[in-house]
């Protein structure tokens, strides 16, 4: 069973700077499964942050950025503001017309 | 605008079907697909399947084979998602997404609730 792997929650500073990682439990994160990144605030929809790897949604400031870092995607926040404060997901593709999510990372500011 | 809007919030005995929609609006529907996503109450998403809106051709997670259909309507620009055989784990917030490389858009949910 894949498995795609992210840090349960972390902890960043106003206008400090915080890297989210997406691992894969079968080996290494490339390009070829088009990561992306999904921004989630309670009782809402996701709102799309980042794809195939690092191409920002339209709207989304470039505060938020998307590598590959090692074997995982990552996902970078600087200058992180209040209202950074969320979940984050990211999902993985694997080909054949499947994706798997992320557990998420919970995200807070202070 | 580009959006999904999906139907309203359904209650089903354990056992029961359910059927949710997803209208789309505001771009070619059979140039995408879309896919399926829950997130249970407290919990994180989870990728149900996908439907190619152009040729119907789809793809399910693999826990959920034989309990799920997805088809689109391409007259009405409409995707449906039928879940059978509710269980009380089924009780989530259902999402559609428009699908190209990613899920771009997304509909405002469908809160299904499993109880007897």
């Known amino acids: 069973q894949t498995v795609v792997t992210q840090e349960p929650s972390f902890s960043v500073s106003p206008g400090g700077t915080v890297t989210l990682t997406c691992g894969w439990s079968?080996?290494?994160?490339?390009?070829?499964?088009?990561p992306s990144w999904y921004q989630q605030t309670p009782g809402q929809a996701p709102r799309t942050l980042i794809y195939?790897?690092?191409t920002r949604s339209s709207g989304v400031p470039d505060r938020f950025t998307g590598s590959i870092l090692g074997n995982k995607a990552a996902l970078t926040i600087t200058g992180a503001q209040a209202d950074d404060e969320s979940d984050y997901y990211c999902?993985?593709?694997?080909?054949?017309?499947?994706?798997?999510f992320g557990g998420g990372t919970k995200l807070t500011v202070l | 605008q580009v959006q999904l809007v999906q139907s309203g919030a359904e209650v089903k005995k354990p056992g029961a079907s359910v059927k949710v929609s997803c209208k789309a609006s505001?771009?070619?529907?059979?140039?995408?697909?879309i896919s399926w996503v829950r997130q249970a109450p407290g919990q994180g998403l989870e990728w149900m399947g996908w439907?190619?809106?152009?040729?119907?051709?789809?793809n399910y997670a693999q826990k959920l084979q034989g309990r799920v259909t997805m088809i689109t309507d391409t007259s009405t620009s409409t995707a449906y998602m039928e879940l059978r055989s509710l269980r009380s784990d089924d009780t989530a917030v259902y999402y559609c997404?428009?699908?190209?490389?990613?899920?771009?858009?997304w509909g405002q949910g469908t809160m299904v609730t499993v109880s007897s």
């Open positions: 439907i190619s809106a152009y040729k119907g051709n789809t």
């Open positions: 195939s790897t690092n």
């Open positions: 997404a428009r699908v190209l490389d990613t899920f771009d858009i």
């Open positions: 999902v993985l593709y694997m080909g054949s017309a499947i994706w798997v």
């Open positions: 505001g771009y070619s529907f059979t140039s995408y697909g």
């Open positions: 079968s080996g290494s994160v490339s390009t070829s499964h088009y």
